[in-house]
């Protein structure tokens, strides 16, 4: 790759291109359990899974699906939290050359039908919990078989020693039938033995959804390729870091990008122990960090912004900690400084999105720190800035612009959307939809995040998506929902609602309508009405104009 500026603050010893592996992340368990059959894979609330362990229960999974008739290129819908099931599932799904199509256990019935839809997808994975519901939808979908897993079979005590946020119902049992199975019935009927990889490096692995900056939800495709690059991209960018001697909290969901790329995809390839963490909060945190003192933790701003508002955080041994992962959200500067004086570990802000399979530019490790900023690309990505209204126009260092990337990671498209992936990808430059600049040194800041996309807690929320459920309210003419300020979640939902004449309409009435067909995180926190939207000449509601009139009162307030 030709020199580019951001070279120069490269930390030593990082390589500025790679001689890439061939090697597919199943592929690359295998070999985990060759080099370190008995170290730690998976850290499930005190129950360890080794590598050996880990690679067998992906061989018996990988059986079991291929006996249920699922072949090379098929999708396998996967809608699991933070528990070994979903990284086994995934596995076996790669291992076997099929597709692992990502879903968020929070979604309503609406949002998990239409992506189970979408995908083509002819099995769902998910917690027994939810079989219900996927029952449900299964006449409505393609949907063949259904496989529960319990949220205790890896639990190392009694199941109500739990969590608190754990109701008995999530212990539901279930009798299995011609079309639900049971997960861990299923995988005792075979052998650990390796089965035949058939994950092929140019070949489809993974469906994660994307809402891009329409609001329609879009399968985001990656390949092997795509996968195992960002993973080595990913592992380079450390090159102290020796595999099999690190441990990372599994705080960011495997159905998030986030969470796929690093929780499982990178952790896998370096052979390094996962901290399973099913909800992220920091009570939970603090008490696995005591127990199980991990290496690196990683998070959205607001986990350590929590996190430091704990006095029992501020307690703990952090001798072990070596760093910490941010993304999704800018994190203050006095946030980095509070954890490094506090723990004496370096703070990576990442920067990267589902079409990027997750990683395009981190804080250089063993380099300089610029608060503000999302770091320098990683190995063999190239980023330009563009004009906003004409991609072919590159700008100037310290100019704002789109952000256009191109690397190894970037997407293979979306997924059955030809025209919205001809509009993304142009001469192999991904054209992100976030605004940025880059400084004298390389380092490059997010001026600003896609268009009108509200990011509450590290959820990315697509007002359009929220629009459309509030206008289907009989009593709503007309609604706009923005992103506002908030000092712990980064941002939260507010909603602007104008009735129809002679209609009244309750803030509770309108809540309760949209916990119906939202995802609790995407519910409108506040609720306004208004006489009217402001439009432009032609009638569009104007979005942004309403954001800045929020902004503008609620510093006229402060």
Not at 93 to 99: K, P
Not at 256 to 273: D, L, S, T, V
Not at 351 to 366: F, H, K
Request: neutral net charge.
């Amino acid at each position: 790759m030709e020199a580019k500026i951001w070279h120069k603050s490269y930390a030593p010893g990082v390589k500025k291109t790679l001689d890439y592996e061939k090697l597919t992340i199943p592929q690359a368990l295998a070999r985990s359990a060759r080099n370190f059959p008995d170290h730690t894979a998976l850290n499930y609330m005190g129950k360890k899974i080794t590598y050996k362990e880990l690679d067998g229960l992906v061989n018996r999974f990988a059986r079991a699906l291929s006996d249920l008739a699922i072949k090379p290129g098929d999708k396998v819908a996967v809608c699991l939290p933070n528990i070994p099931q979903v990284i086994i599932a995934n596995l076996a799904v790669l291992r076997i050359g099929a597709v692992a199509v990502q879903n968020n256990p929070l979604y309503t019935e609406r949002e998990l039908a239409y992506q189970l839809n979408d995908s083509e997808s002819k099995i769902v994975i998910t917690l027994t919990l939810l079989i219900p519901r996927m029952q449900a939808l299964k006449p409505e979908t393609r949907i063949d078989k259904i496989i529960g897993c319990h949220i205790h079979s890896y639990l190392p005590f009694p199941k109500k020693q739990l969590f608190p946020f754990v109701k008995k119902d999530m212990y539901r049992k279930v009798e299995p039938t011609a079309e639900v199975l049971v997960f861990n019935d299923l995988i005792g009927k075979y052998s650990p033995e390796a089965v035949e990889d058939n994950s092929r490096w140019d070949e489809l692995a993974a469906l994660l959804y994307t809402g891009g900056t329409t609001g329609v939800s879009k399968g985001v495709m990656l390949s092997h390729a795509n996968l195992s690059h960002n993973a080595q991209q990913f592992a380079a960018w450390f090159p102290d870091l020796k595999p099999g001697e690190e441990r990372l909290m599994g705080n960011f969901p495997v159905f998030h990008i986030a969470g796929f790329a690093a929780i499982q995809n990178f952790i896998i390839w370096q052979g390094w122990e996962d901290i399973m963490v099913p909800r992220p909060e920091p009570k939970i945190n603090i008490e696995l960090i005591k127990k199980y003192k991990p290496t690196f933790l990683p998070g959205v701003p607001t986990i350590f912004v929590g996190l430091l508002a704990q006095a029992d955080f501020r307690k703990l041994d952090f001798s072990a900690m070596k760093g910490f992962f941010s993304g999704a959200a800018p994190l203050a500067a006095d946030t980095i400084k509070d954890l490094k004086d506090l723990t004496g570990a370096t703070m990576c802000e990442v920067y990267g999105s589902t079409e990027t399979t997750a990683v395009v530019s981190i804080t250089p490790w063993g380099g300089e720190i610029k608060p503000g900023t999302v770091g320098v690309p990683v190995a063999d990505t190239d980023i330009k800035i563009v004009a906003v209204d004409d991609p072919d126009k590159d700008l100037e260092i310290g100019e704002s612009g789109e952000i256009a990337v191109k690397g190894p990671q970037i997407m293979m498209g979306y997924y059955n959307r030809p025209a919205e992936t001809k509009d993304a990808i142009r001469d192999g430059w991904f054209l992100t939809g976030d605004l940025g600049k880059f400084d004298e040194d390389g380092y490059l800041t997010i001026v600003d995040r896609k268009k009108d996309m509200i990011i509450a807690g590290g959820y990315n929320i697509y007002p359009v998506e929220l629009d459309g459920v509030l206008m289907g309210h009989p009593k709503i003419m007309e609604a706009c929902a923005i992103g506002i300020p908030h000092e712990y979640r980064g941002e939260t939902v507010k909603a602007f609602i104008v009735t129809r004449k002679g209609e009244t309409l309750t803030a509770d009435e309108v809540s309760n309508h949209c916990k119906k067909n939202l995802a609790a995180y995407k519910v409108p926190k506040i609720i306004e009405f208004i006489d009217e939207l402001p439009k432009s000449a032609v009638g569009k509601i104007l979005r942004r104009k309403l954001k800045e009139m929020e902004v503008a009162k609620m510093k006229k307030e402060s």
